[in-house]
Nanobody, 122 residues
Framework: QVRVEEFGGGLVQAGGSLSLSCSASANTASNNALGWFRRPPGKDREFVAS??????SIIYADSVKGRFTISRARSTSYLQMNDLNSDDTAVYSC?????????????????WGPGTQVTVSA
């Protein structure tokens, strides 16, 4: 069993920045894709970004492209979020993929963290 935990959520003003990190407990996660998803209030979970095992393949949701940056170091993933707006308010969750590469589909991910709240104030 791989334990996944997110860090770095909080309250930020619109236009500000926030950095999230995600730690997976097992070294095996370093060979798997890592992804970030979010669930806005009253809405379904949505894809944010994913990164392959070696960082060579990165995918972003259109809504965050150019503002968010995903990176990783072995089994730790980072999500740098800039120019935040109220639409970015959500619970952000990190996930470990079943394989080395994973995309936008949540079924491509095996282990999930509990999530961290990000709130963007106007």
């Amino acid at each position: 069993q791989v334990r996944v935990e997110e860090f770095g959520g909080g309250l930020v003003q619109a236009g500000g920045s926030l950095s999230l990190s995600c730690s997976a407990s097992a070294n095996t996660a370093s060979n798997n894709a890592l992804g970030w998803f979010r669930r806005p209030p009253g809405k379904d979970r949505e894809f944010v970004a994913s990164i392959s095992w070696n960082g060579g393949s990165i995918i972003y949701a259109d809504s965050v492209k150019g503002r968010f940056t995903i990176s990783r170091a072995r089994s730790t993933s980072y999500l740098q979020m800039n120019d935040l707006n109220s639409d970015d308010t959500a619970v952000y969750s990190c996930a470990v993929g079943w394989r080395s590469y994973a995309g936008r589909d949540s079924s491509s991910y095996r282990y999930w963290g509990p999530g961290t709240q990000v709130t963007v104030s106007a």
